[in-house]
C-alpha cells in the first residue's frame, strides 16, 4: 500500500499589506510560513481550488529577501486571516436567493422556505456541499451553522455532510418543542444529547439549538441548558416574534395553530420583550450560548445579556432583507459592544444574501462599514478571531501573527491608493481568494 509522506515546505506570500484584529501592517509584505502537505504536491497554486494543508505556522513577517521553496504573488491584494461565518443556514443553499416583500410578513416566509427546503438526506448533503463550496468561495473556513430539523425532528444530515468538507467550527442541531409537542421533545432530548456527546469529527463539533422562542416552549429551552453543550438560539429577530412574546396572540399564534401546535398552555403573553422570556435560559446557558439576530432590544435586554455572558451573532444582511431596522431601528450591536457583550457577524442564509456567487460575512461587515463608518479593525474582528471563539475555536488562529498556527489566510484585491489596509479590504466589492486552510487540529 503506497502512504503519502507529509512534506514540510517554506511558503512565502508576497502582497501590500496585511489586516487582522489586533492591527495592519502597510507594506509591500512577505510572510514567510511552513507549511506540511502530503506529497505529492506537484499542483502549483492557481487560486482556482481550495488548497488544503496539514499545518501553517507564520515563521516571518519581512519582505522578498526572505528565502522560500515556493511563492505565491498578489500585489495589491491586503492579506487577512481566512473568515468565520458565526450564523449560516448551509442546508438551504440548494434554494438560491429569493425576493422577499417584508411587508408580506415574516411568517409568510417561514411557510415558502417550509415548502422550498430539502426534506431528505440526498438533497440536504448535496445543499451542504454547495454552501461549503460557496463559503470557501467567500473566503470562509468556520462556521456556527444550523444542522436544520427535518420534518421537524432533529437530524444529523447536515452535520455529518458538514463534517466532511474543509470547514471547522459547531454545527448546531435544531430542535422544536412547543404545545402539544413540548412533551415529546422532552422526551427525545436525552438520546439526543447523547448522540450529541458521542460525536467524534476532527473539526467540527455538535451543539444544540432551540430554534426560537415562538418554536420552543420556556420548559424545553430550560431542559436543554442543563444538558451542557454549545447552544444558539434565534432570538428579538422579527415583529411578529416580539408580539406573540408579549400578548401570545398574531401570526405566530396563527401559524402554530394551523400545525395543530397551540394549546392555552404556551407559556406566553405576559408581556415580556424575547429577551426577558428567555432570562432565565440565558442565565442558565452562560457563555455557552450563541443568540442571533437581537433586532429588537431594550436596555434592559442588553443588560439581560450581559448578566448571561451570551454572545450576539448579528446577520445585517438579514436584518436589512426583512427590514428590522423599519420596525425597530438601527441595531443596537454598537450598545452592545458598549455594554461589554461580544458581537460576531453572520450570513444567515443564501436565501437573503445580495452575492450568489458566494457566503461570507466579510460582504455583512462591509454593509456595516459603508452604513455607519464603524472601526474596520473591529469589524474584521467580528468576522474572524471573535467569530472563531463564538463558535468554539481557538481566536489565536485567526490572527495573523509571528509564531501563530494559522487556520487559513485569504488575500483581498483592494485599491492601493488611499486608507488603512482594514478600510480597504471593507471598501473592495472583490470576493477574498482563499489561499489555503488548515486540515489538522
Not at 412547543?178 to 467524534?200: F, H, K, M, N, Q
Not at 458598549?338 to 460576531?344: D, L, N, P, Y
Not at 484585491?413 to 473592495?428: F, H, M, N, Q, Y
Amino acid at each position: 500500500m503506497n502512504h503519502q509522506r507529509p512534506v514540510h515546505r517554506r511558503l512565502r506570500i508576497d502582497a501590500q499589506a496585511t489586516a487582522d484584529a489586533s492591527g495592519t501592517r502597510e507594506g509591500p509584505v512577505s510572510l514567510l510560513i511552513e507549511i506540511e502537505e502530503p506529497e505529492p504536491q506537484n499542483r502549483p497554486h492557481d487560486g482556482t481550488q481550495t488548497r488544503v494543508v496539514r499545518s501553517a505556522r507564520l515563521l516571518a513577517v519581512g519582505d522578498q529577501s526572505l528565502e522560500a521553496d515556493e511563492v505565491i504573488d498578489r500585489p495589491g491584494a491586503v492579506l487577512i486571516p481566512g473568515l468565520v461565518n458565526a450564523h449560516s443556514h448551509l442546508d438551504l443553499t440548494a434554494i438560491g436567493p429569493i425576493p422577499h416583500e417584508p411587508a408580506d410578513g415574516f411568517v409568510s416566509w417561514i411557510q415558502r422556505v417550509r415548502d422550498l427546503r430539502p426534506s431528505n438526506e440526498t438533497e440536504i448533503r448535496s445543499s451542504v456541499a454547495e454552501g461549503v463550496r460557496l463559503s470557501l468561495a467567500g473566503g470562509v473556513v468556520a462556521v456556527g451553522d444550523i444542522a436544520g430539523a427535518v420534518q421537524g425532528r432533529p437530524s444529523l444530515f447536515a452535520a455529518e455532510a458538514l463534517s466532511e468538507s474543509p470547514l471547522w467550527g459547531t454545527s448546531y442541531v435544531e430542535l422544536f418543542g412547543i404545545g402539544v409537542a413540548s412533551e415529546t421533545t422532552l422526551a427525545a432530548l436525552p438520546d439526543l444529547a447523547g448522540r450529541v456527546r458521542a460525536w467524534r469529527r476532527p473539526r467540527l463539533r455538535l451543539g444544540l439549538e432551540p430554534h426560537a422562542p415562538y418554536s420552543v416552549a420556556p420548559d424545553v429551552f430550560e431542559a436543554v441548558a442543563a444538558l451542557g453543550l454549545p447552544l444558539a438560539t434565534h432570538l428579538a429577530e422579527s415583529p411578529e416574534e416580539s408580539r406573540f412574546v408579549a400578548e401570545g396572540v398574531g401570526p405566530m399564534r396563527k401559524f402554530l395553530e394551523m400545525l395543530d401546535l397551540w394549546d392555552e398552555g404556551v407559556a406566553v403573553g405576559a408581556g415580556r420583550t424575547p429577551v426577558g422570556h428567555l432570562d432565565s435560559f440565558l442565565r442558565s446557558a452562560g457563555s455557552r450560548s450563541l443568540v442571533v439576530h437581537c433586532n429588537n432590544l431594550s436596555k434592559k435586554d442588553i443588560q439581560i445579556l450581559v448578566n448571561a455572558r451570551a454572545m450576539v451573532a448579528y446577520c445585517p444582511r438579514a436584518s436589512a432583507y426583512f427590514d428590522a431596522p423599519g420596525a425597530f431601528g438601527p441595531h443596537r450591536y454598537q450598545e452592545l459592544f458598549e455594554a461589554g457583550v461580544e458581537v460576531c457577524l453572520g450570513t444567515d442564509s443564501i436565501l437573503n444574501l445580495d452575492t450568489p456567487d458566494r457566503i461570507s460575512p466579510l460582504d455583512d461587515a462591509r454593509l456595516i462599514y459603508r452604513r455607519d463608518g464603524f472601526d474596520p479593525q473591529r469589524l474584521l474582528s467580528m468576522c474572524t478571531s471573535s467569530a472563531a471563539a463564538a463558535v468554539g475555536l481557538d481566536p489565536r488562529r485567526f490572527l495573523v501573527a509571528e509564531g501563530a498556527e494559522l487556520a487559513a489566510l485569504a488575500a483581498v484585491p483592494a485599491d492601493t491608493r488611499a486608507g488603512d489596509p482594514a478600510g480597504r479590504v471593507l471598501e473592495s466589492d472583490s470576493a477574498p481568494e482563499l489561499l489555503f486552510v488548515r486540515s489538522e487540529s
